[in-house]
């Protein structure tokens, strides 16, 4: 069976390209992984997130913030189709500071972007008064905050069971454990599955986060993307404590408080560790302190898909047009230009958004490690 478009992986990013072709009408099959691959989609923290991204490349905030705007839209069409609220909530987000002086120094660097941007980067600073209004757990030793109003968050695991529904419901296909051991093209492409499945398709998108890796250069890709471990802590329900989201902690939509997450470079292991876990309690219960009264009830270890310059990855492939790679490390953010901007690249239209600055071409003269 012929399709238009073969999606090499079935995470967030994925499934939010698929659902975006299949919205035009595209026959699409979407090829996820075993149970034992890893899935940043199952164990991420949720931000719709603007804050400090792109501070030294501007391209790459103004294309999170064309997401982070167009978010609203899927998550109503998400609704109206599946019955399934991802829980969207985008009245802002901080970043804290333990010293005037770190403060200080961000929002200079936050000042340089906004320039770039024209002046579209709506933040406020908030001193310790300011921020107790609006916060009125939060603990004594955070002296002030960034709050920026293009944030949010998100229920991830809510937006992976919508895209996965209403991707089934416009007539997708989406087949399970079907790890991709070959790509070749003969006119078609043709992919060839572990289990012996093999699919044919006019075009295919790699978007297997780290799986990319092993089965990119296949494809023409250089795939230069590592693991880095994220572990994360989730208390029991409770009643209303956080306002809005920080890097450290948000109440989510059922009232645990998600805390998080850390940066390690531990290769593929994706376990829980006794010092990590403690060290994000302690930041926690530092900003705040109610928290050391809470009840840990989960936690647990994920790995997110890293370029060299953390940036994402969008190129065709120079050696087989018509393949393309798709990856980054903010899917949940980038959800929905995904789904509703790529497809315009990936078809080739004249609205197709410039992503030439996310080519591999940029590592050219750079080592990728």
Same mark, same amino acid.
């Given at each position: 069976?012929?399709?238009?478009?073969?999606?090499?992986?079935?995470?967030?990013?994925?499934?939010?390209?698929?659902?975006?072709?299949?919205?035009?009408?595209?026959?699409?099959?979407?090829?996820?992984?075993?149970?034992?691959?890893?899935?940043?989609?199952?164990?991420?923290?949720?931000?719709?997130?603007?804050?400090?991204?792109?501070?030294?490349?501007?391209?790459?905030?103004?294309?999170?913030?064309?997401?982070?705007?167009?978010?609203?839209?899927?998550?109503?069409?998400?609704?109206?189709?599946?019955?399934?609220?991802?829980?969207?909530?985008?009245?802002?987000?901080?970043?804290?500071?333990?010293?005037?002086?770190?403060?200080?120094?961000?929002?200079?660097?936050?000042?340089?972007?906004?320039?770039?941007?024209?002046?579209?980067?709506?933040?406020?600073?908030?001193?310790?008064?300011?921020?107790?209004?609006?916060?009125?757990? #939060?603990?004594?030793?955070?002296?002030?905050? #960034?709050?920026?109003?293009?944030?949010?968050?998100?229920?991830?695991?809510?937006?992976?069971?919508?895209?996965?529904?209403?991707?089934?419901?416009?007539?997708?296909?989406?087949?399970?454990?079907?790890?991709?051991?070959?790509?070749?093209?003969?006119?078609?492409?043709?992919?060839?599955?572990?289990?012996?499945?093999?699919?044919?398709?006019?075009?295919?998108?790699?978007?297997?986060?780290?799986?990319?890796?092993?089965?990119?250069?296949?494809?023409?890709?250089?795939?230069?993307?590592?693991?880095?471990?994220?572990?994360?802590?989730?208390?029991?329900?409770?009643?209303? #404590?956080?306002?809005?989201?920080?890097?450290?902690?948000?109440?989510?939509?059922?009232?645990?408080?998600?805390?998080?997450?850390?940066?390690?470079?531990?290769?593929?292991?994706?376990?829980?560790?006794?010092?990590?876990?403690?060290?994000?309690?302690?930041?926690?219960?530092?900003?705040?302190? #109610?928290?050391?009264?809470?009840?840990?009830?989960?936690?647990?270890?994920?790995?997110?898909?890293?370029?060299?310059?953390?940036?994402?990855?969008?190129?065709?492939?120079?050696?087989?047009?018509?393949?393309?790679?798709?990856?980054?490390?903010?899917?949940?953010?980038?959800?929905?230009?995904?789904?509703?901007?790529?497809?315009?690249?990936?078809?080739?239209?004249?609205?197709?958004?410039?992503?030439?600055?996310?080519?591999?071409?940029?590592?050219?003269?750079?080592?990728?490690?």
């Amino acid at each position: 069976m012929g399709f238009d478009y073969a999606i090499i992986g079935g995470g967030v990013v994925g499934l939010s390209v698929a659902w975006g072709l299949l919205r035009r009408g595209h026959k699409v099959v979407v090829l996820d992984g075993s149970d034992g691959s890893f899935r940043a989609s199952r164990g991420n923290f949720g931000l719709v997130w603007v804050q400090s991204k792109g501070l030294d490349r501007p391209e790459y905030a103004r294309w999170s913030q064309r997401s982070t705007a167009l978010w609203r839209s899927l998550a109503d069409e998400l609704l109206a189709n599946t019955g399934i609220d991802v829980a969207l909530r985008q009245t802002g987000g901080y970043w804290f500071f333990k010293s005037d002086t770190d403060l200080a120094a961000m929002v200079a660097k936050y000042e340089g972007l906004k320039a770039q941007l024209g002046g579209d980067y709506p933040y406020e600073i908030l001193d310790q008064d300011q921020l107790r209004k609006e916060e009125p757990q #939060i603990g004594p030793k955070i002296t002030g905050a #960034i709050l920026h109003h293009q944030d949010g968050h998100a229920n991830p695991l809510k937006l992976l069971r919508a895209l996965a529904a209403d991707t089934r419901r416009l007539g997708g296909e989406v087949l399970t454990g079907k790890t991709v051991t070959a790509i070749t093209r003969n006119g078609q492409f043709r992919v060839t599955c572990e289990d012996g499945t093999v699919v044919e398709a006019a075009k295919t998108v790699m978007t297997a986060g780290l799986g990319a890796a092993g089965i990119g250069p296949q494809m023409g890709f250089r795939a230069p993307v590592r693991p880095q471990r994220g572990q994360v802590l989730i208390t029991e329900k409770l009643p209303k #404590i956080i306002n809005r989201p920080s890097l450290v902690a948000r109440q989510v939509d059922e009232g645990g408080i998600q805390i998080g997450a850390t940066n390690e470079e531990v290769g593929f292991d994706d376990s829980v560790t006794l010092d990590g876990i403690a060290g994000l309690a302690r930041e926690a219960i530092e900003a705040y302190p #109610i928290l050391g009264r809470a009840q840990l009830i989960r936690s647990w270890g994920a790995l997110r898909v890293l370029t060299p310059d953390g940036l994402p990855i969008y190129q065709q492939s120079p050696e087989m047009p018509g393949a393309y790679m798709v990856t980054c490390h903010s899917a949940i953010t980038l959800a929905a230009a995904h789904a509703l901007l790529l497809p315009d690249w990936l078809d080739g239209t004249q609205g197709a958004p410039d992503l030439e600055v996310f080519s591999e071409r940029r590592f050219d003269n750079a080592k990728t490690g």
